[in-house]
T-cell receptor, first 111, second 112 residues
Framework: DAGVIQSPRHEVTEMGQEVTLRCKPISGHNSLFWYRQTMMRGLELLIYFNNNVPIDDSGMPEDRFSAKMPNASFSTLKIQPSEPRDSAVYFC?????????FGPGTRLTVT | QQPVQSPQAVILREGEDAVINCSSSKALYSVHWYRQKHGEAPVFLMILLKGGEQKGHEKISASFNEKKQQSSLYLTASQLSYSGTYFCGTVYSGAGSYQLTFGKGTKLSVIP
């Protein structure tokens, strides 16, 4: 199995631009999680889906962030407009039963 | 509310042992342990479910004390490959959903 796949691996954009991060979970996993990791705040859960349905989005920082999961094999996290404080590593993880498997992450830099 | 990990950082020589603790102020359903190496994604190590079992993975084991809402990760005869940041993730009892809240991590450095 290829594991969780994320793209792009690195993204550099200017403030105000739209950013879309993509995730392909492990086949057969029914839960998908989006995390953000920074030095200051650590690893934060942004949103998670179960069977493609958003269950808890209380971690989404503000309306500029949105996430979708149109099918079991694809999810996106969108930031519009982006701001410098959004700079972080964004991880996607998927889970079958208990353990979560993380993708390699997307390092986002907003200048 | 985040679980509290201690210590924040520890330096070991190869072959030494270490204990990393994770405490919660809320009742726990399960505790998960992950290790993250610099520039990489967190990797799952083990899960401890309510019921008080101790698990092991080679020379790394963990325990879960339900009464104290604490878990400890034991690293025995440390190897250079054990270096990284260790995170505990907790699922709270009665949360109604299976989502993890991570501690801030414990940075472990193993030196020759």
């Amino acid at each position: 199995d290829a594991g969780v796949i994320q793209s792009p691996r690195h993204e550099v954009t200017e403030m105000g631009q739209e950013v879309t991060l993509r995730c392909k979970p492990i086949s057969g996993h029914n839960s998908l999680f989006w995390y953000r990791q920074t030095m200051m705040r650590g690893l934060e859960l942004l949103i998670y889906f179960n069977n493609n349905v958003p269950i808890d989005d209380s971690g989404m920082p503000e309306d500029r962030f949105s996430a979708k999961m149109p099918n079991a094999s694809f999810s996106t996290l969108k930031i519009q407009p982006s701001e410098p404080r959004d700079s972080a590593v964004y991880f996607c993880a998927s889970s079958g039963v208990f353990e979560q498997y993380f993708g390699p992450g997307t390092r986002l830099t907003v200048t | 509310q985040q679980p509290v990990q201690s210590p924040q950082a520890v330096i070991l020589r190869e072959g030494e042992d270490a204990v990393i603790n994770c405490s919660s102020s809320k009742a726990l359903y399960s505790v998960h342990w992950y290790r993250q190496k610099h520039g990489e994604a967190p990797v799952f190590l083990m899960i401890l479910l309510k019921g008080g079992e101790q698990k092991g993975h080679e020379k790394i084991s963990a325990s879960f004390n339900e009464k104290k809402q604490q878990s400890s990760l034991y690293l025995t005869a440390s190897q250079l490959s054990y270096s990284g940041t260790y995170f505990c993730g907790t699922v709270y009892s009665g949360a109604g959903s299976y989502q993890l809240t991570f501690g801030k991590g414990t940075k472990l450095s193993v030196i020759p």
